[in-house]
């Protein structure tokens, strides 16, 4: 790497610490709504890790915020439901994933597809930790949601995990 591209990557990477720095400062500056936009942070990183795990099957961008958005729903951001649009949203790409992976039989694209998107998962996760950790919010209820939300998301892989070989079985 040259230093041209070094000084290009330094560049985006402040740029993206600056963004951050304004999201949580507009996120966490009225402290009421702290627990629920931790959780959109935690949310937000996982869907743009799951996305890059996709993106060489599905291209760029395969999970919206739009079409998570409409799953809308009275605790928008509860553990519970933050974790189930994780999933449903995640998870709806398989159908997808499993057609331009034609090579792979049943079982083993299932596999890749919940390997790839449970590294997108646990990367946004981690990320989101960091980001919160780093702003002195990541603590006491914003912990405890974290931790709770991602347990969900990992019950509902295996859920689905299971739901699809007794779905292979039976065709």
Not at 133 to 162: M, S
Request: net charge negative; glycine share 8%; proline share 2%.
């Amino acid at each position: 790497m040259n230093v041209g591209d070094m000084e290009q990557q330094a560049s985006k990477e402040n740029a993206r610490i600056q963004a951050q720095v304004s999201i949580v400062q507009h996120l966490f500056g009225d402290k009421s709504k702290v627990d629920q936009n931790a959780l959109k942070i935690l949310f937000q990183e996982a869907i743009d890790q799951i996305n890059q795990a996709l993106e060489a099957d599905l291209g760029p961008d395969a999970i919206s915020a739009e079409k998570l958005a409409e799953q809308g729903c009275k605790d928008y951001w509860s553990p519970e439901n933050t974790a189930g649009r994780i999933v449903q949203g995640t998870t709806a790409m398989f159908e997808a994933f499993r057609t331009t992976n034609p090579k792979l039989d049943d079982e083993a694209a299932l596999d890749r597809f919940i390997k790839d998107i449970g590294g997108g998962i646990e990367q946004g996760f981690q990320q989101a930790r960091d980001i919160l950790t780093g702003f002195g919010v990541f603590d006491a209820g914003i912990k405890d949601n974290a931790e709770k939300t991602y347990k969900l998301v990992q019950q509902g892989l295996q859920d689905f995990r299971a739901q699809q070989l007794d779905k292979m079985r039976t065709e």
